[in-house]
């Protein structure tokens, strides 16, 4: 059964801690993407992939790091610069092509203890 | 400065009746827009998509309308069921800057029996 699989569902940091964000799909798709939700907010684009070692940042990439080493993978690291991590971040992939809607993960939830 | 704007926060419709969603937009650039509908602690599914050079997109009881000169879109779901009480997020693509989606804060719709 393809999809996007967002581990792990809950995520506990402590403040000064890097933490990693996994994002596994099966779908084949080229591009992958990752976003951050907030209370009341819309989605925000942290980063996104179009190809395997190849990535971009979105419009709030401070405090974040990415790699795309495997099609499949796309895991996202939140790091001790980032000043207000505690969000729900989701996962999303697409097909090649413009128009292609992004299909996502059930997202991870992430809090700073 | 909010680029996809969905101005209702939450919306309520009794079951069987039409649920309108709006969702406005400054950026001219953007050229694809689709609608998602999340659930609570899950990713948001993708519902249905509508390029700039269409004015309608019709998939059984969602439809979507595109007025351009007004910079406006409306989903449209008849008859509304209890499961289309979810959260809907607007998002647009193509707005000169990254290749993510911007997306509005979202509507909650709640259906009442």
């Known amino acids: 059964d393809g999809g996007i699989t967002q581990s792990p569902k809950y995520l506990f940091r402590k403040e000064g801690q890097n933490v990693t964000l996994s994002c596994e799909q099966n779908l084949n798709h080229d591009a992958m993407y990752w976003y951050r939700q907030d209370p009341g907010q819309g989605l925000r684009l942290i980063y996104y992939s179009q190809i395997v070692n190849d990535f971009q940042k979105g419009d709030i990439a401070e405090g974040y790091s990415v790699s795309r080493e495997k099609k499949e993978s796309f895991p996202l690291t939140v790091t001790s610069a980032q000043k207000n991590p505690t969000a729900f971040y989701l996962c999303?992939?697409?097909?090649?092509?413009?128009?292609?809607?992004?299909?996502f993960g059930d997202g991870t939830r992430l809090s700073i203890l | 400065d909010q680029q996809v704007k969905q101005n209702s926060p939450s919306l309520s419709v009794q079951e069987g009746r039409i649920s309108i969603l709006n969702c406005d937009y400054t950026?001219?650039?953007?050229?694809?827009f689709l609608w998602y509908k999340k659930y609570p602690a899950e990713g948001p599914t993708f519902l249905i998509s509508?390029?700039?050079?269409?004015d309608k997109n019709e998939d059984g009881r969602f439809t979507v309308f595109l007025n351009k000169s007004a910079k406006h879109l409306s989903l449209h779901i008849v008859p509304s069921q209890p499961g289309d009480s979810a959260v809907y997020f607007c998002?647009?693509?193509?707005?000169?800057?990254?290749?993510?989606?911007?997306f509005g804060k979202g509507t909650h719709l709640i259906i009442q029996p």
């Open positions: 509508i390029s700039s050079i269409k």
């Open positions: 999303a992939s697409s097909a090649q092509g413009y128009n292609q809607p992004q299909h």
């Open positions: 998002g647009a693509l193509g707005g000169g800057g990254a290749d993510g989606l911007t």
């Open positions: 950026n001219s650039m953007f050229d694809y």
